[in-house]
């Protein structure tokens, strides 16, 4: 073989080297982690595993929709502004309902924005109501679930007062409240 055909051999068997090294290291035959199983793999019904936390996979939108729709709102939307797990609902001319589930803050935790803070019972449940706290029109009633989750309701009113609002807060709060989970 020529001087330029060896050359040739031995540059082909330097690129080739590397590669095949790269193709060996990331192959083994040895698997880590968690099987898992889809429906497409499985002969048996694929089961969803439990949520974690106190909610599980309980939405807001469940809770909010059934009730606010009865009541003449649009839609009910998720939003995630007090936690990954809210839901909003307009009605034009009236305002917006909102709920949220926070699995990580109880209604100790709530913060009062200047308005006025009671403590009130609900379905049977703890909870607070901060009236005024968003500004005129404004209310939020807090339901204990544990003592470090809530659910929240609040109605913010296009014109109308903080009675108002909270008597319409707390007529949602007491239709939601007992599909809440009991707390631990």
């Given at each position: 073989m020529s001087t330029a055909g060896r050359r040739v051999n031995k540059f082909a068997a330097l690129l080739f080297l590397p590669v095949s090294l790269l193709a060996v290291s990331g192959c083994t035959s040895e698997k880590t982690g968690t099987p898992t199983t889809t429906a497409a793999t499985s002969s048996r019904p694929v089961t969803s595993t439990p949520a974690e936390g106190i909610f599980g996979d309980l939405k807001a939108c469940d809770l909010l929709e059934p009730v606010t729709s009865a009541k003449g709102f649009g839609?009910?939307?998720?939003?995630?502004?007090?936690?990954?797990?809210?839901?909003?609902?307009?009605?034009?001319?009236?305002?917006?309902?909102?709920?949220?589930?926070?699995?990580?803050?109880?209604?100790?935790?709530?913060?009062p924005d200047g308005g006025q803070v009671t403590e009130t019972t609900?379905?049977?449940?703890?909870?607070?109501e901060v009236s005024g706290g968003g500004g005129k029109g404004n209310c939020l009633i807090g339901i204990s679930v544990t003592e470090?989750?809530?659910?929240?309701?609040?109605?913010?009113?296009?014109?109308?007062?903080?009675?108002?609002?909270?008597?319409?807060?707390?007529?949602?709060?007491?239709?939601?409240?007992p599909k809440l989970p009991q707390g631990g």
């Open positions: 839609p009910a939307a998720p939003e995630d502004y007090q936690s990954d797990n809210g839901c909003r609902a307009n009605k034009p001319r009236y305002g917006t309902a909102t709920t949220y589930l926070v699995e990580d803050a109880g209604i100790s935790d709530l913060k609900v379905a049977g449940k703890k909870a607070v470090k989750s809530r659910a929240t309701v609040s109605v913010t009113l296009s014109s109308g007062t903080n009675e108002q609002s909270c008597a319409d807060a707390k007529d949602i709060a007491e239709q939601i409240a």
